[in-house]
Every structure is written in C-alpha cells, then in structure tokens.
Nanobody, 122 residues
Framework: QVHLVESGGGLVQAGGSLRLSCTAS????????MGWYRQAPGKQRDLVAT???????NYADSVKGRFTISRNNAKKTVTLQMNNLKPEDTAVYYC????????????????WGQGTQVTVSS
C-alpha cells in the first residue's frame, strides 16, 4: 500500500499565496515522477506541474511564472508554491506519484492523494 497525504489548501484572496505539500509513505522502493493536478467543478482533472526524480520540471502554461514545484527525495515529499493566485486557480488539487513498490519487479504505478481544496476569492 502506498499513501499520499496532501496539506496546505485553503481560502485566499486573489494575488495571495499558498503552499501545498504532499508526503508519500508505505510500500515504496523508489519514486519516479511526482506532480500536482487540479480539478475544478464540472471539469476534467488537469496537469498543473510535474517534477522528475532528477529535478526536471514541467508546468501548465496557465501557471508558469506563478507556481513552483519542488521535491525532497529523501523525505518523499513534493511541494507546490503558488503565488499570485487567481480565481481561476480554484480547484481541488491532487498529488500524484509514480511509485515502484518492490525491488523484485520493475515498473511504476500511479498513486493519488485524496485532494485538497484551494479557493481563490476575487
């Protein structure tokens, strides 16, 4: 079993900042990509940002220059610093990790956190 636990969501005014954190625990041999996705009401879940185990990052165009993703491989955490938040950033944010659970079998499986609500008021 692999568990991803997110924290840091909340309500903020437009232009404000929030920091989301996610910690992975459980049966983990190694973690490849980690990332954040978001889902607004009535919409599909979209990529926000990802980071490889080597630190290479990828961002959705809508958040470039405002959001920063980082990770601590030793602590199995990924963080999303969100600055200059806009009302359109309002969504449930989900942590994702590609996890290899055993040294015996090669392969990574995706795991998701339970989601944390981010609400940006205008």
């Amino acid at each position: 079993q692999v568990h991803l636990v997110e924290s840091g969501g909340g309500l903020v005014q437009a232009g404000g900042s929030l920091r989301l954190s996610c910690t992975a625990s459980g049966s983990i041999f190694s973690i490849n990509d980690m990332g954040w996705y978001r889902q607004a009401p009535g919409k599909q879940r979209d990529l926000v940002a990802t980071i490889t185990d080597g630190g290479t990052t990828n961002y959705a165009d809508s958040v470039k220059g405002r959001f920063t993703i980082s990770r601590n491989n030793a602590k199995k955490t990924v963080t999303l610093q969100m600055n200059n938040l806009k009302p359109e950033d309002t969504a449930v944010y989900y942590c994702n990790a590609a996890v290899r659970t055993t040294a015996v079998i090669y392969g990574y499986s995706p795991f998701w956190g339970q989601g944390t609500q981010v609400t940006v008021s205008s």
